[in-house]
């Protein structure tokens, strides 16, 4: 059953690209709004239109191809760029050390997988990951436009060990999470 959502559909289309935080294919963001590849190309553009020349607003969306992102405008760069620095001098989040402990023990796994074991959208966390060096991703061979998120040689190397399986009791909770996804909660495919 579709539900009816009383925003644009350009509204609909920023906010799933806010939620998906990476370039998505314009036929992807037709089928998941069911609507004609078409008017969300129209949208797309007009979005990126209003965004780009807004002041008001932070953001930007990218439009390029058949892929749309959504971005934060260049003026920003710096501002963004001391932030980051910032966060990378500070000790991982709690957040952080969830996030990375799931992808040490379940990697290389999809965000999709990760946001469902958190309970939480994962995108800059993720991302803040990666700036660290800790985790890298790779494009996921069973879907297009899709990622799978692994730990990096510097986490394996900080942590003291050559590969994830010689982690502390990784099989154990391997294990654990199999049992858990295979009742029909979730697959590491979604």
Not at 28 to 42: F, M, P, T
Not at 122 to 127: A, D, G
């Amino acid at each position: 059953m579709k539900e009816h959502i009383n925003l644009s559909l350009e509204a609909r289309i920023e906010a799933f690209l806010f939620l998906y935080g990476e370039p998505v294919r314009i036929h992807k963001l037709a089928k998941e709004l069911g609507v004609k590849i078409e008017d969300v190309s129209r949208a797309a553009v007009s979005l990126q239109e209003r965004l780009n020349q807004s002041k008001e607003s932070g953001l930007n969306v990218m439009v390029f191809d058949d892929r749309v992102q959504l971005t934060t405008k260049p003026e920003l760069k710096l501002l963004l760029a001391k932030i980051a620095v910032e966060e990378l001098d500070s000790p991982l989040t709690p957040a952080s050390l969830e996030t990375i402990s799931i992808i040490a023990y379940l990697g290389p796994c999809n965000r999709s997988l990760i946001d469902y074991i958190r309970g939480v959208n994962s995108t800059f966390i993720l991302r803040s990951l990666m700036v660290r060096g800790l985790a890298e991703r790779k494009p996921d061979p069973k879907r297009a436009s899709a990622f799978l998120y692994q730990v990096s040689f510097d986490f394996l190397r900080h942590m003291g060990v050559s590969h994830p399986e010689n982690l502390p009791d990784y099989e154990k909770y391997r294990e654990l999470v199999k049992s858990f996804l295979s009742g029909g909660r979730a697959t590491n495919e979604g």
